[in-house]
T-cell receptor, first 111, second 113 residues
Framework: GESVGLHLPTLSVQEGDNSIINCAYSNSASDYFIWYKQESGKGPQFIIDIRSNMDKRQGQRVTVLLNKTVKHLSLQIAATQPGDSAVYFCAENIGDYKLSFGAGTTVTVRA | DVKVTQSSRYLVKRTGEKVFLECVQDMDHENMFWYRQDPGLGLRLIYFSYDVKMKEKGDIPEGYSVSREKKERFSLILESASTNQTSMYLC????????????FGQGTRLTVV
């Protein structure tokens, strides 16, 4: 069964606002997490990753937060743009080089 | 630029046909994966391979097989296609190790009629 899941299947955001996408995971032994972005008609693309020995990691306009106590992962997108409209997946490493994915959150940016 | 290439973007096959989905990567990655993607279910792992001629079942291997004769190529085979195998199929590759991202192809949308 799924060990990774997203709290909300859809998120509508006003252009320029910040977005927060949440993800819960159930495998406390997972030590590596990734956020992927999938635009329509394309395969998932890597956004940012984080290892379990970190609580926070920042990229360009994106920040990933990891709370191991409650097994929660979030992706924050600053100043959301139309090009950020996509499906976002969190994934966790569950051993043997395999990644387990959540169901995804569809982000729609309103102009 | 790293690349994972799937041979077809769209395929339509008849029930009972044997179907081959091909995937090639140019990154010299040891690991390769096949996922299927369905609405509301995310990506589910069908099979993966961590070396040439090696394969491991994922979460939903029933009705599928795979072949990895060369490091760069990983094929997914539907022995006898059924309508419930209509889906988006995604191939991915990665370096060895548990803390490494997977690179995905553009996907093959398979319709079985």
């Amino acid at each position: 069964g799924e060990s990774v899941g997203l709290h909300l299947p859809t998120l509508s955001v006003q252009e320029g606002d910040n977005s927060i996408i949440n993800c819960a995971y159930s495998n406390s032994a997972s030590d590596y997490f990734i956020w992927y972005k999938q635009e329509s008609g394309k395969g998932p693309q890597f956004i940012i990753d984080i290892r379990s020995n970190m609580d926070k990691r920042q990229g360009q306009r994106v920040t990933v937060l990891l709370n191991k106590t409650v097994k929660h992962l979030s992706l924050q997108i600053a100043a959301t743009q139309p090009g950020d409209s996509a499906v976002y997946f969190c994934a966790e490493n569950i051993g043997d080089y395999k990644l387990s994915f959540g169901a995804g959150t569809t982000v729609t940016v309103r102009a | 630029d790293v690349k994972v290439t799937q041979s077809s973007r769209y395929l339509v096959k008849r029930t009972g046909e044997k179907v081959f989905l091909e995937c090639v990567q140019d990154m010299d990655h040891e690991n390769m994966f096949w996922y299927r993607q369905d609405p509301g279910l995310g990506l589910r792992l069908i099979y993966f391979s961590y070396d040439v001629k090696m394969k491991e079942k994922g979460d939903i291997p029933e009705g599928y097989s795979v072949s990895r004769e060369k490091k760069e190529r990983f094929s997914l085979i539907l022995e006898s296609a059924s309508t419930n195998q209509t889906s988006m199929y995604l191939c991915a590759s990665s370096r060895p190790g548990g803390d490494t991202e997977a690179f995905f192809g553009q996907g093959t949308r398979l319709t079985v009629v």
